[in-house]
């Protein structure tokens, strides 16, 4: 049936930003054919793709393949072309797509032109029309062809000529142009597809993966991705939060960098970023090797996504240098893995599997398990009693030059045994030849050949622990400042001085740690694969107040497995800057079943006490009002299920509230009757909502730390409290007894959505810069059972030691948690 319709593709090869685009190979086929493909969906008298005289050559076989006729017209001038063709033709409508937009929505295509068609038909006169609020590149323009004609006739701005819906929709006074809010299931304005930038295109190989893996059944080879086939790939964690791992690829750091990365990346849809200037050799072949282990081309990137498409970056390399850091600026995360340079206070996340001795960094976690095992061991010890082959693995380059020594110390050490050294320079001569000596290459997968050897010699390293684990008697030489420290840490046999002598070997041969046990709770392998899942869920926080990213970062205060903390610069705050949770949303069962794993009862079950402490915080708001607390106003953020309201209300205050649980919300207004609103502080209109816009008392009993942004919320809570009137928070301390006697296990234990850790010494000056002055600090929840003496002595509540530790908790304020009130200025 004549549909009187026809699609036009327009499509040229000469992109600036990425040349050649339509013809990039995204999973099997050009973008070019899933553009044409989807469109082949929507129903049409004939299909054409128009481009420019240069390009047809280039695209007309995928036009072919696809069923759409070949247009070739003007390169520049796009609206002369599009016109061109279209006075070949004849037909009503045109519906318009372009070559960078391969996950278009053809039935949001087919339904926007059945409506064009409609007000057409109804006698509303439509020029053109297009559905908003689709993916940025996934929707389409529909017009009509005489419009489209007569607007070229109209129009010689040279913009209206480089592109083809401005003639008419910038045109309105002529022409009747709309733009319809797209329907719910099309509607994601947040989300993009199109194809513009090198960055773009790897989010696009992310989806055609995503879908590909996800629904095999479904997604034939010709078929267009469906539109929640899209969406759900476009929104899924794998497309959003893109993983870049940076592997180690200099000659002399070793094949094991890469490895690791690309073993992770052939089992997870990880980009590896091999920098053109790699020098490491073997390199190509490794990636040809996984690439057989269903590692995708893809995956191999030459250059870093841009801010539009922020990665987290998982280095392995040894050592970060200053052009990486600078490089990985803009990425959502930086985890580092055996990160041994002095950037390491840049990394959100430090990861060590080689047991650092790096006394000026802590790192998140240290875990030697992680290391891949060879598979290829020693069958016993017995077997290494006679030393009869010796292998010398300084790395390849050996830049600090101890090969040749040791080898001719070992000749002399073990004259009756087979010294083999690896070198990659093969042209020096050895001082004097041996006949006991060889000199090889580096052996790809080192690893599984140690075992190969009853002696391995080599310095501090990955190679060191893969010795062990095959069972070899190992020597440590001295090829880092470290060695010493670390093969003693570490319990390896090691020559101490750079000067390698017989005389030191043979010590070396005697030690007891000759054959090294590492630990014996290091035996198993853990895999790191889902490990670095874990932490490419991360986020990276600046600063809840001061909200920015300084040149210098932060410093470092605690780091441990899931988090990281870090203290401003600017303003002081103690603030969590890395986490891997998942922030909490407070349902319901926040305050019921995650509430009482916490506190051992649910928090209605402790409305009584939470009452009580209500009454005891008015009592000293009250005082600060001269006892004057009758009908003023006061608003509780974070009213949960109002035992502050209620404990207000009974002192004749007018209490309102207001709570992100609806539940809890629901309860206030229903059981207890107080005016309450569910939001999202800060975003609530207090005049709207309650007729009120400043109130006397604006109170947060231990809510303000779970803020991202305290700014604005600090911001609003200054707007929404009266001059001279009271703005009073309770949070835990930053200087109690928990953190002052464990500094690590106050952080590891700190909830996951606690953001900021208040210090009562430092409060005063972060809210001076919101009109605040602090007039009074309370310090709270005092434990006795939590100080030394009490641990250690094992006292009893009621005890003289008791009392008189509760006292002193009191005096030096050392309490777990604190209160201020303060007044706005
Ligand atoms: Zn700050």
């Known amino acids: ?43 049409a008298d004939r299909y054409f793709v128009a481009t420019d005289f240069d390009s047809y050559d280039s695209i007309k076989p995928v036009c072919d393949q696809n069923g759409f006729e070949c247009f070739k017209g003007d390169l520049n001038d796009v609206l002369k072309r599009f016109c061109d063709l279209l006075r070949t033709l004849n037909c009503k409508t045109v519906i318009r797509a372009t070559a ?47 419009s489209l004609l007569k607007a070229e006739g109209l129009t010689s701005d040279s913009y209206d000529h480089e592109h083809v819906g401005p003639a008419l929709y910038n045109h309105k006074n002529i022409f009747n142009c709309v733009f319809v809010k797209a329907p719910h299931r099309f509607y994601f304005p947040e989300l993009r597809t ?4 090198k960055s773009d ?12 893996t996800e629904g095999k059944k479904t997604a034939g080879a010709s078929a267009p991705f469906s539109t929640e086939q899209i969406v759900h790939a476009a929104t ?31 089992k997870n849809p990880y980009f590896v970023y091999i920098p053109a200037d790699k020098t490491l050799e073997e390199t190509d072949s490794l990636i040809a090797q996984y690439k057989n282990q269903g590692l995708k081309d893809f995956q191999i990137i030459d250059f870093l996504p841009d801010e539009t498409y922020r990665p987290i970056i998982i280095t392995d390399s040894f050592e970060l240098t200053k052009a990486q850091i600078e490089a990985f600026k803009n990425c959502r995360a930086l985890i580092s893995i055996d990160e041994g340079s002095e950037f390491s206070s840049y990394c959100d996340y430090l990861l060590d599997i080689i047991p650092s001795f790096n006394l000026t960094r802590e790192a998140n976690l240290c875990e030697p398990d992680f290391m891949e095992k060879p598979e290829n061991k020693k069958s016993s010890k017995a077997e290494n ?9 300084l790395g390849g380059e050996d830049p600090s030059g101890l090969t040749h020594p040791a080898v001719e110390s070992l000749s002399k050490c073990f004259p009756a045994s087979k010294i083999t050294a690896i070198i ?16 090889i290459k580096p052996v790809p997968n080192l690893k599984e050949h140690l075992f190969e050897y009853d002696l391995v010699v080599t310095h501090y390293g990955l190679t060191a622990f893969e010795a062990m684990y095959a069972g070899c008697a190992v020597i440590l030489l001295p090829t880092t400042k470290l060695h010493k420290n670390l093969a003693q840490k570490y319990n390896f046999a090691y020559v101490a001085d750079t000067n390698i002598t017989e005389v030191g070997i043979k010590i070396a041969c005697e030690s007891e740690n000759l054959y090294p046990s590492f630990n014996n709770g290091y035996s198993q392998n853990k895999n790191i694969d889902d490990f670095l899942k874990v932490l490419a869920s991360g986020e990276h926080y600046t600063c809840p107040v001061c909200q920015n990213t300084p040149v210098v970062p932060d410093k470092i205060v605690s780091r441990n497995i899931s988090r990281t903390y870090r203290r401003c610069q600017t303003c002081g705050m103690l603030y969590m800057s890395f986490s891997t949770d998942v922030q909490s949303n407070y349902t319901k069962s926040y305050f019921f079943e995650d509430y009482k794993k916490q506190y051992g009862k649910t928090y209605q079950e402790d409305f009584e006490s939470i009452k009580a402490q209500g009454m005891r915080r008015l009592s000293i708001i009250s005082a600060l009002f001269m006892g004057n607390l009758r009908d003023k106003n006061s608003f509780d953020i974070g009213c949960a299920y109002g035992p502050f309201m209620q404990a207000a209300s009974e002192l004749g205050l007018n209490a309102f509230g207001t709570d992100i649980s609806e539940d809890a919300v629901k309860y206030v207004q229903t059981q207890l009757r107080f005016p309450a609103t569910i939001s999202q502080f800060p975003l609530i209109d207090v005049t709207g909502e309650f007729g009120i816009s400043q109130f006397d008392i604006v109170t947060m009993w231990y809510v303000i730390e779970h803020f991202r942004n305290l700014d604005s919320v600090l911001s609003k809570v200054s707007e929404i409290t009266k001059k001279g009137g009271i703005f009073a928070f309770s949070t835990p301390s930053g200087e109690g007894v928990s953190i002052k006697t464990d500094a690590r296990a106050f952080f590891k234990n700190s909830p996951a959505d606690h953001f900021t850790i208040w210090e009562p010494s430092g409060a005063a000056k972060i809210l001076k810069k919101y009109g605040f002055e602090v007039v009074k600090i309370v310090s709270t929840g005092h434990h006795p059972e939590r100080f030394p003496e009490i641990k250690n002595s094992g006292a009893k509540p009621g005890s003289i030691i008791w009392k008189i530790t509760d006292f002193k908790s009191r005096q030096l304020k050392l309490g777990d948690t604190f209160e201020i009130y303060c007044r706005k200025k």
């Open 1 to 43: 049936m004549k549909t009187n319709r026809v699609v036009v593709v327009q499509c040229r090869l000469s992109s600036t930003r990425l040349p050649q685009k339509a013809l990039k190979m995204l999973g099997q086929k050009p973008v070019l054919a899933w553009v044409l493909q989807s469109m082949r969906k929507v129903n």
């Open 100 to 146: 960078d937009n391969p996950f278009l929505f053809y039935e949001a295509a087919e339904e926007s032109c059945k409506d064009f068609e409609a007000r057409n038909n109804s006698g509303m006169k439509c020029d053109y029309l297009t559905w908003s609020g689709l993916p940025h590149g996934s929707g389409v323009e529909i017009f009509s062809s005489d």
């Open 194 to 197: 199109t194809i513009d930038t």
């Open 201 to 212: 295109f790897l989010r696009a190989c992310q989806i055609v993966n995503s879908v590909e």
């Open 236 to 266: 899924s964690a794998f497309v959003n939060h893109p993983v870049v791992l940076v592997p180690s690829v200099t000659k002399g750091h070793g094949t094991g960098h890469l490895h690791r990365c690309l073993s992770a990346a052939s």
């Open 385 to 393: 009693a006679q030393i009869k082959k010796v292998l010398v693995c």
């Open 424 to 439: 990659a320079a093969q042209s020096e001569r050895f001082a004097r030849e041996a006949e006991n000596v060889e000199f």
